[in-house]
């Protein structure tokens, strides 16, 4: 069932973005009255699921859910149909209109995902409003995981900014650490400007815990007992942990940390209960864990749920949307990094489909999480525009690049030029789906999905 949701997720989302990116060639190409032959959601090789023809053009529904296409009369494209362009060009068809016009229609589709994710982040802010951990309110500092410390962090510290831009945030902080360069942190009172170690990078990407290599510190304070050996233990709700085996642990991470050092072993747990320390004995499992859920009040003591009204609500999505595209970016630096090697950890439709998010309730009912699944359409389409941006022939960069050329020669680039360039790169294309899928598939076979 939950998978089935991820999948409908993952379909409804990219159905979206596909046709209101086709869209946005779409409706220019029919303005400057240019023949558009085909609109399709997914490709349709060989057979299409559905189609119907409207006018001069045919709507349809491939069965290759790899994106869309529409068909525009007089232009090199996927399709490689170039019977064609053998003959004189015709006044409806692309090659024949004017290059500024041929250039709107191209920039049409990432115009479209650009202004999406603008309305789509000022909608989740005027309604949902954000909800975030603050990192102004970590009066005791962050804990760090070794993969944290190996970047250059420290228990405790109070991170002030990255790269020279306050950090704010804990989930924008800790995906922009890991993009950065510089972290600048107080410690111990004294403001410290150090360069992110790459190899503690590559190891959180590697352990898949970007999100979990800093947190808040809080006390350990038990809020249940979960296994018959925390019960067996004497621990009771409340209990507020202070030292494990002697050694001082005033915090939860410090607590994991000396547990971790002591899995499948006894320990002395110093707790203090209604006021008074007192000493218990508990086994810890193999994991590491005692067995007992944590009172989640320090966490929630850190969370701001901030509002917005409508005036404030259209430039902050225009912030976030601008945030989301510079993340995108900034991936490509560590996906290349000699010493990151990003490039392993990417994931395909299927690691997507696996990542998307659900909403699961007490009973154990699952369902979608609208914001959360808004949220991330919000930044596909950003992630859609950025790609299609990039100068491949096969994506609308590189026709973009091909019509600017024009624009300052004064000359088209020669025919023969365009087909072989769009040949070479829906070969690239296509050879690049089938690694990322073929990486996919060899991770969900070796369990590393």
Not at 65 to 70: A, K, L, Q, S, T
Not at 79 to 98: C, G, H, I, N, V
Not at 164 to 173: H, Q, T, W, Y
Not at 349 to 364: H, R, T, W
């Amino acid at each position: 069932m939950e998978i089935a949701i991820k999948l409908f997720q993952f379909i409804l989302s990219i159905s979206i973005l596909v046709i209101l990116h086709e869209l946005g060639h779409f409706l220019p190409a029919k303005w400057f009255k240019t023949k558009v032959e085909k609109f399709y959601l997914f490709f349709d090789p060989w057979f299409s699921l559905v189609k119907k023809k409207v006018g001069e053009t045919e709507y349809g529904i491939g069965w290759l859910p790899f994106g869309g296409y529409v068909k525009i009369a007089g232009m090199v494209d996927e399709s490689m149909d170039t019977e064609q362009l053998k003959q004189p060009a015709q006044p409806w068809e692309f090659r024949a209109k004017p290059a500024w016009q041929r250039l709107i229609i191209m920039l049409g589709g990432v115009t479209v995902n650009f202004f999406l994710a603008w309305f789509i982040y000022t909608c989740l802010s005027l309604f949902n409003g954000e909800v975030y951990a603050d990192l102004n309110k970590f009066s005791n500092g962050i804990g760090v995981t070794e993969a944290g410390r190996k970047m250059g962090f420290e228990n405790g510290d109070k991170i002030i900014s990255i790269d020279g831009k306050p950090a704010e945030r804990l989930d924008n902080a800790s995906i922009n650490i890991l993009l950065g360069d510089n972290a600048t942190v107080l410690r111990n009172g004294k403001e410290i400007t150090f360069p992110i170690n790459k190899e503690g990078v590559a190891e959180v990407l590697k352990q898949r815990e970007a999100k979990m290599y800093i947190a808040p510190r809080f006390p350990m304070t038990v809020d249940s007992l979960v296994t018959p050996s925390a019960k067996a233990s004497g621990l009771l709700k409340g209990d507020r942990v202070v030292a494990v085996n002697g050694k001082p642990t005033p915090f939860f991470d410090e607590v994991g940390t000396v547990l971790t050092e002591n899995k499948g072993k006894t320990v002395a747990i110093e707790v203090v209960r209604n006021g008074k320390q007192e000493t218990l004995s508990a086994a810890v499992d193999k994991n590491g864990k005692l067995g007992v859920a944590v009172d989640q009040a320090g966490v929630n003591n850190v969370i701001t749920d901030k509002k917005y009204s409508f005036g404030e609500a259209v430039p902050r999505g225009f912030v976030r949307t601008i945030e989301a595209l510079t993340m995108q970016v900034k991936q490509f630096k560590i996906m290349f990094n000699s010493k990151i090697q990003g490039y392993k950890n990417v994931g395909g439709p299927i690691a997507i489909i696996k990542n998307m998010p659900v909403e699961k309730s007490a009973d154990g009912g699952i369902s979608i999480n609208w914001t959360a699944f808004w949220s991330f359409t919000a930044m596909f389409s950003v992630w859609l525009a950025f790609l299609n941006l990039i100068p491949i022939p096969g994506l609308d960069g590189g026709h973009v690049i091909f019509t600017l050329y024009e624009m300052i020669v004064g000359k088209p680039v020669p025919q023969k030029v365009l087909e072989n360039a769009q040949m070479i790169g829906v070969v690239f294309l296509l050879g690049l789906m089938i690694l990322i899928f073929g990486s996919d598939i060899f991770k969900v076979f070796t369990g590393k999905l």
